[in-house]
């Protein structure tokens, strides 16, 4: 089966900029996930959504991160405006029923804010 | 609040010594415990699965263990490859199932020398 798909790979942007990430998920998966990495750290959730209904944005930055899941398949991460503290990489998962069973995750997109 | 540790940050190992890599977590309550590894740049590959009724799992060179009750799990790498350099990282799904997110550690980086 494909894998999730990510775009872009990279991104550089200037500070106070907006960027957008694009996430496109597993075919019959239900669960979607975008993930924060920051260097030398673990992944932490951003933002978790079950078909197009978001179920845990506890972490999410909302005022200027912003994320949506049309019609339950693909997904994008917005950031506006971008901080120097937001360059890390942002990876996208999803998971068949986000209850049972793992994860399969993107390539990730590495931003990083000058 | 759950948290996980991952010991140590670092190693560096010649070819075909045996190994581990340790985890901790907090919280015993968990619902399982996923081993990833990420390479430089790409996004986190499932290794192995354990769910919380589980003790082990194994896949080729790769056994994986949990003790819930202590809250640790151990990846156990046989006889070490180059290939295997990457950063390994142990990821818990919190509580009884449901919607919870994965908890990451920050990651185990291994540098395996010919």
């Known amino acids: 089966e494909a894998g999730v798909a990510q775009s872009p790979r990279y991104k550089i942007i200037e500070k106070r900029q907006s960027v957008a990430f694009w996430c496109n998920p597993i075919s019959g998966h239900a669960t979607l996930y975008w993930y924060q990495q920051i260097l030398g750290q673990g992944p932490k959730l951003l933002i978790q959504?079950?078909?197009?209904?978001?179920?845990?944005d506890s972490q999410l930055p909302k005022d200027r991160f912003s994320a949506e899941r049309l019609k339950g398949v693909d997904s994008t991460l917005k950031i506006q405006p971008a901080k120097l503290e937001d360059s890390a990489v942002y990876l996208c998962?999803?998971?068949?029923?986000?209850?049972?069973?793992?994860?399969?995750f993107g390539s990730g997109t590495r931003l990083t804010v000058v | 609040k759950q948290e996980v540790t991952q010991i140590p940050a670092a190693l560096s190992v010649p070819e075909g010594e045996n190994l581990v890599l340790n985890c901790s977590f907090t919280?015993?309550?968990?619902?399982?415990l996923q081993w990833f590894r990420q390479d430089p740049g790409k996004g986190l590959t499932s290794l192995l699965l354990?769910?919380?009724?589980?003790r082990e799992q194994t896949s080729g060179r790769l056994n994986a263990s949990l003790d819930k009750s202590s809250g640790r799990s151990t990846l156990y790498i046989a006889a070490s490859q180059p290939g295997d350099s990457a950063t390994y990282l142990c990821a818990v799904r919190p509580g009884s199932g449901g919607y919870n997110k994965l908890i990451f550690g920050a990651g185990t980086r291994l540098a395996v020398h010919p």
């Open positions: 919280d015993s309550a968990i619902y399982n």
């Open positions: 959504f079950q078909n197009n209904g978001v179920v845990d």
């Open positions: 998962a999803s998971s068949l029923d986000g209850i049972t069973g793992g994860y399969t």
């Open positions: 354990i769910q919380s009724s589980q």
